[in-house]
């Protein structure tokens, strides 16, 4: 499950339960999207999101053990395409977000907790005891689209392809170098600390809302045509 804080203009989502795995299953991706649509209904002119979790994961991928234990190969696959459903409807959730967002990646990031990380504007990490994680390669599994768009508009070249062709463990310090996050800090504290200043920055420029996000669309303009997000046409005010 996860939790929405609201402190001034900023929103602090909060990944907690399950053994601080925050592995992803319908209740986690519904609650995150919940709370994704609250922020978005409350925010106004300098809002801002950071998301921040508590444990040795940020989040630690697919629930495979939900998803394995349907009862049969069937209702297994149903049940993966069903959290790929739930992966799209999240990334659209943060592409749609009407505020500037930043990822603490203050655990290990896996497969659709990569996603998720990467869906932030922002991704800050711990130095040495968090690593970013693709592991569908060694699973077997083909990553979809919209999820290769994500990768492509939001990692470089030869980054882009030891994260998903090597299948490398990326700890903070290599992530940094190879343009995947902003920053790295040594303890989870001072990730999380960090990621709340770095919102509370943002916040105090004040844009507006509905630029911020049709910018943003521009920018990933690849990514949205996938997810099927149209640029919405805004009034230019006056200067």
Known sequence: MCSLEKRGNLFILILTGQNGEHRLNPNLFSSIISALSRAKAESTRGSALVTVSHGKFFCNGFDLDWVNAAGSDEETQQRF??????????????ISLPMPT???VNGHAAAGGVVLALCHDYVLMRRHRSVLYMIDLDLGIKIPEPFMALFRAKISGSARRDLLLRGLKIKGEEALKMGIVEAVYDGEEEVTNSGIEMADDLAKRNWHGEFY???????????????????KAIATPKL
């Open 81 to 94: 395409n069903l959290l790929l459903d739930y992966l799209k409807q999240l990334v659209l959730a943060f």
């Open 102 to 104: 930043i990822a603490a």
């Open 213 to 231: 996000v049709e910018i943003r669309k521009g920018l990933y303009s690849e990514l949205c045509d996938i997810l099927g997000i149209a640029s």
